[in-house]
């Protein structure tokens, strides 16, 4: 079907021109070309208001986000030639990056395919989709996905909220193959096992590997706290550098077990503590116990999904920091992690600093991280930037 148009208001074209890719439903000029009048996921060619051609793109009248570009070449509208070019691209950089096939495949925006999640893990294919565009043409992405990468499975991690949003179910279906309960990531020489169908993300926070690879140039020393462990990908990294004893704690008792039988996997299970339970309330009774920890990991999950939870959200940050550094032997390394797109850098690092002046530490900024380059930003969309990990050193008290 010929794409309809969709018309902006006067001067609503900059963000575009200057790269953005999205289109919110106050932008549209509803007179010209009514939301109503599409159908969610139809394609569109985007007017500006004197006529400028923009790109073609996808509308759903439903959401605050009405639409967004996908091509801004006029002789190359979207179709399944278009998303096999897409996706050959985004496989031609992760295998520039990565030696072995576990990766965050295609990164929405980042890779130019919003609504578009892929995680790949080896012969398996872990496929989200969160708009009503990429889900009608879900039949050629997968066709495109099996053509390139010829994998063995793929399961549709469709579980997501986000899809809530945009009107469209929630459910988790076999696409390809037979479906596993169980399969392996291999990072950095560990072998993990998760289940593809259930748990955060689609069972595995590709976007904290590069961070989790620079433990290997600090000395973690001998204890090591890790909180919000999940399966156990940066505690049994810190045992592999060898840390004598790692206290993993999570309020997940199915992520608990897992972790459990990855410790025995990877031959570390007895340095591995577990703590099942909140985790604050967990840091406080190791605290008022007088535990010190030579390196302590905080990896929460976002604290602030919606703006309205800032408030909250920052108490929460401000709390687990004071609490992580509190535990921090002299001279101790803290890891602190936020995947709070709403949280911006500056900001989360001002949060640390006076985390730090409550705790009465001093401390100091080794370097900071992001997702990695699986996980490209699109440099138009600054929401896309939405890991920062600190990596501080605690100074001895003044003399």
Known sequence: MHPRSLILRKDQE?????????????????????????????????????????????????????????????????????????????????????????????????????????????????VQITTAGMEAVRAEILTALEQLIRPQAIVLRNDTPVRELEGLPQGVEWVLGAPRAEIQVIEEGLAF?????????????????????RLARYRVGSRVLDVFCYVGAWGLRAAALGAQEVLCLDSSAEALERLAANAARTGFAHRIRIGHGDAFEQLRNLRDQGERFDTVILDPPAFIKRRKDTPEGLAAYRQLNRLGLELLAPEGLLITSSCSFHLERET????????????????????????????????????AAYLKTFMLRALPADA
């Open 14 to 126: 900059r963000r575009l021109l200057a790269g953005h890719c999205w289109i919110y439903s106050n932008e549209v000029d509803d007179d010209a070309t009514p939301l109503r009048s599409f159908t969610p996921g139809q394609g569109v060619e985007v007017f500006s208001q004197r006529g400028r051609w923009l790109g073609y793109g996808y509308v759903n009248p439903h959401s605050l986000i009405c639409a967004r570009l996908v091509s801004r070449n006029r002789a190359q509208p979207p179709g399944p030639a278009f998303w096999l070019r897409r996706l050959h691209q985004a496989l031609n950089l992760r295998e520039r990056l990565y030696d072995q096939p576990f990766y965050r495949l295609v990164f929405s925006e980042g890779d130019g395919l919003p609504g578009l999640i892929v995680d790949r893990y080896d012969d398996l294919l872990a």
């Open 193 to 213: 096992a998760i289940d593809p169908t259930r748990g955060q993300k689609t069972g595995w926070f590709f976007d904290q590997a590069e961070n989790r690879r």
């Open 348 to 383: 989360f690092q001002r949060l640390i600093q006076q985390a730090a002046q409550r705790a009465g530490q001093r401390i100091q900024i080794l370097e900071v991280g992001q997702q990695g380059p699986d996980h490209p930003i699109h440099p138009a969309i600054p929401e």
